[in-house]
């Protein structure tokens, strides 16, 4: 990005205040491209689907001092950045991607935050998920996302508990792949720490993404 800031201006005869303008542009009009979520698990129940897939995942960014460089500390992963979350249909397809928060927020926070289980019961999908998310829902009798099983002190997993997970980890693993190719950006690699603008570039470079899978 910071090439072609440098030589678009030089060949087409534009200041480079234009052309950041132009960048800041295009970005704007494709994160408005980026489907809500409400809208987006409506598609998923349109189209015959059943679950969707939930994680977090934590985009690198600058270091920076000061207290804002240590909220976005994330213990977890050990580095700075900014965490988002993401919604994938079955096949690991990115459907939506949350606001950017602090490295350190956990999953469970943010997906409360954005009333994901709400959603979920009114679009009359299921999700899949990692242990990070233990405890988000607590309907025993009508669960709709599902986390798995860990082992306590007091109780040891058991065999049709490890066969679930494993039933499980398989059903979440086209997850990751949809993180991966959102992380193919390079731009992605010198992410800065403005939490509005990394927000709106995540949902411009998600629907490139899909418009890149889909052709």
């Known amino acids: 990005m910071n090439g072609l800031r440098a030589d678009m201006p030089g060949g087409n005869n534009v200041s480079e205040s234009t052309v950041r303008r132009w960048r800041d542009e295009l970005i704007g009009l494709l994160a408005a491209q980026a489907p809500r979520m409400d809208r987006a698990l409506k598609k998923v129940t349109k189209q015959g689907g059943e679950v969707v897939l ?12 000061g207290k804002a460089g240590r909220r976005n500390y994330s213990g977890k992963h050990r580095r700075h950045g900014l965490h988002f979350l993401a919604l994938t249909d079955e096949n690991g397809r990115l459907i939506w991607i949350s606001t950017a ?79 991966a190719h959102l992380k193919n950006w390079r731009i992605l690699t010198k992410l800065r720490t403005d939490p509005a603008r990394a927000t709106q570039l995540l949902r411009a470079l998600l629907v490139l993404t899909n418009l890149e899978i889909n052709r």
């Open 54 to 65: 939930i994680d977090g995942t934590l985009i690198r960014t600058q270091r920076r001092t």
């Open 101 to 179: 928060r602090p490295g350190r927020t956990h999953d469970n926070t943010a997906a409360r935050h954005d009333h994901i289980l709400t959603h979920l019961r009114a679009a009359g999908l299921g999700a899949l998920a990692d242990l990070g998310f233990r405890g988000l829902d607590n309907d025993i009798l009508d669960p709709v996302i599902v986390t798995g099983y860990v082992g306590t002190r007091t109780h040891k997993v058991t065999p049709g508990e490890k066969e679930a997970n494993r039933v499980l980890a398989v059903g979440r693993a086209p997850v990751e792949h949809g993180f």
